[in-house]
């Protein structure tokens, strides 16, 4: 397990309710801090309102990392991107859990309930919190993507107007 100082931000939508529950049964079971900002059941709701909450706390560094499920994970991942200094990964094998780590420090992980099952779901949130950031090249390439973000924001690049 890495170091990772504070707690994980859950949060998922009705389609991901059970999973959402398994998972955190996993993470206490491992000793791992938890703050839940629902959905807490089966009524239908809107993943925006949930995706927010994490990815507000993980970008003003509340909390170290976030977990988001929907049905697909798509618009949880979408929703989190939104965010300055979030990095959401859309994960649904093993392999992209641990890459979304190792080169692009990840402090997210979106899932899809209806796309993977209980047990994968639960290899992919172990792998992603196993495996650390390689930093080096790939830290460069991860501060790459705020300044890039932050200079769309501020309006187009002055080299490319003249
Ligand atoms: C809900 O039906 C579904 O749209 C939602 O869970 C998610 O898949 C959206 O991306």
């Given at each position: 397990m890495e170091d990772i100082t504070g707690p994980i931000a859950i949060g998922c939508d009705h389609a991901a309710y059970a999973l959402k529950e398994a998972i955190k049964k996993f993470l206490l079971q491992k000793g791992i801090e938890i703050v839940d900002v629902g959905?807490?059941?089966?009524?239908s709701v809107d993943y925006p309102d949930f995706g927010e909450k994490v990815a507000t706390m993980v970008s003003l560094k509340k909390v170290p990392r976030g977990i988001l499920i929907c049905g697909t994970g798509i618009g949880m991942s979408m929703v989190a991107n939104r965010f300055p200094g979030v990095r959401a990964a859309l994960c649904s094998g093993m392999y992209s859990a641990a890459m979304s780590r190792r080169h692009?420090?990840?402090n997210i992980l979106a899932l899809g309930s209806r796309v993977i099952g209980e047990g994968l779901a639960l290899e992919i949130v172990r792998v992603w919190l196993d495996t650390p950031f390689e930093g080096g090249r790939h830290q460069i390439r991860v501060n790459k993507i705020e300044q890039a973000t932050s200079q769309k924001a501020e309006g187009p690049n002055p080299g490319t107007s003249r």
């Open positions: 959905t807490n059941g089966e009524d692009n420090d990840a």
